[in-house]
């Protein structure tokens, strides 16, 4: 009997899996405190939250929660170099240093401007979608050569959807709105006085932008822009925009805004048609 007892005391404490985890009155824990007290320390890291709202031991069983908050997304921001290059690529359209006719591949545009060829081929597709050029598969893009009567189209569209905006915005915009938009005009002028077509289009954008935003309907500035935005592409025959015809529109700018805080719609009227008229120049 002794033995016996000896021997039983010489067995493992983890001999079942039911016995260690409910050990009976008969197989008291030797050490009762440290038990309790890992026992409440597993508890307790089982109940800790993670990000989700769910516990440990929730997470660990595939488990979660109604009510549970998402994990907050982190936005990178990123620079785009995409952006950059369609910004370069369309001022040099403007500036006629892409020809129309020429076609031009990505990495050799890409080595121009010191990056990757996949930039400006994504510039290039969009450019695509707005008519500036075309592909030409396994080459490159051809800028489109464009002719007066595909200009004088695009003019008329515009005239149609900014000419009785204007005159309706004419008539209920206050004159401290328009006054507001001298510096817009001021820019035009300044950048066809030294012959800067880049900035001279962006700036002229600019100014019928914040003119046709005075309406307060988006979707007709984005339309109308995106429309502006083709008109400005060279002709085939004519690659640069002239700096006289930059300074005669520039001109009509300012002069429709003076009219415009003056609140002289006959003025008004004259001077906005006559500006789209000219669009096809």
Do not use: K
Not at 69 to 89: C, K, T
Not at 253 to 269: G, K, M, N, R, W
């Amino acid at each position: 009997m002794e033995q016996g007892r000896a021997h039983q005391q010489l067995r493992p404490p983890y001999t079942s899996t039911a016995s260690a985890a409910a050990p009976s009155a008969a197989a008291p824990d030797r050490v009762p405190g440290q038990a309790r007290a890992r026992r409440a320390r597993d508890e307790q890291q089982s109940a800790v939250q993670v990000p989700g709202g769910q516990s440990r031991a929730e997470q660990a069983r595939g488990e979660h929660t109604h009510c549970e908050s998402p994990v907050p997304r982190v936005v990178v921001q990123r620079h785009s170099v995409r952006g950059q290059i369609l910004d370069a690529l369309r001022a040099a359209l403007v500036d006629g240093e892409l020809l129309p006719g020429q076609v031009y591949s990505a990495p050799v545009l890409g080595a121009r401007f010191g990056v990757s060829a996949t930039p400006v081929r994504e510039a290039m597709q969009q450019l695509a979608i707005e008519g500036a050029v075309e592909v030409v598969p396994n080459r490159g893009f051809r800028v489109a050569e464009r002719g007066p009567h595909e200009l004088a189209e695009l003019a008329e569209v515009r005239a149609l959807i900014e000419v009785p905006v204007m005159l309706r915005l004419a008539r209920t915009v206050d004159q401290a709105r328009w006054t507001a938009l001298r510096p817009l005009a001021d820019a035009t002028v300044a950048a066809a006085a030294v012959g800067d077509r880049a900035s001279y289009a962006e700036s002229d954008r600019a100014f019928h932008r914040a003119v046709l935003a005075l309406s307060g309907n988006q979707q007709l500035v984005m339309v109308a822009d995106d429309l502006h935005r083709r008109s400005q592409w060279p002709l085939g025959h004519n690659p640069a925009t002239r700096r006289a015809d930059l300074l005669a529109d520039a001109v009509e700018h300012t002069a429709l805004l003076d009219a415009l805080i003056a609140e002289d719609l006959p003025v008004v009227q004259s001077l906005v048609r006559e500006h789209f008229a000219g669009a096809d120049r």
